[in-house]
């Protein structure tokens, strides 16, 4: 069974910073790409950023290019989401996600595991 457990979230003030946490266990995810979305009240699941399984590519959505930055560490099965100088408009619930593909992917159907998702809150 794969899972994938987000951590990391919380509230915090505008331009200040958070590192979001994806482990994933039942499944390597050495040979894939991950992903991270992030879905709003009222808004539909958005694109945040993108990682391909060798690492050497990412894709970020125009929002969070230059703030955010998507790494993995595949010996620790996990992917990371460091968000500096955050804006109350990055508040939402923010969710990983599992390729079956190698390559990035910046579209929820490239993506064949979710986890249940994390709170982040930036007040203003």
């Given at each position: 069974q794969v899972q994938l457990v987000e951590s990391g979230g919380g509230?915090?003030?505008?331009?200040?910073?958070?590192?979001l946490s994806c482990a994933v266990s039942g499944r390597t995810i050495s040979w894939r790409?991950?992903?991270?979305?992030?879905?709003?009240?009222?808004?539909?699941?958005?694109f945040v950023a993108t990682i391909?399984?060798?690492?050497?590519?990412t894709d970020y959505a125009d929002s969070v290019k230059?703030?955010?930055?998507?790494?993995r560490d595949n010996a620790k099965n996990t992917v990371y989401l460091q968000m500096n100088n955050l804006k109350p408009?990055?508040?939402?619930?923010?969710?990983?996600a599992l390729s079956a593909s190698t390559y990035i992917a910046t579209?929820?159907?490239?993506?064949d595991y979710w986890g249940q998702g994390t709170q982040v809150t930036v007040s203003s």
């Open positions: 509230l915090v003030q505008a331009g200040g910073s958070l590192r790409a991950m992903g991270w979305f992030r879905q709003a009240p009222g808004n539909e699941r958005e391909s399984a060798s690492g050497r590519s230059g703030r955010f930055t998507i790494s408009e990055d508040t939402a619930v923010y969710y990983c579209i929820p159907g490239g993506y």
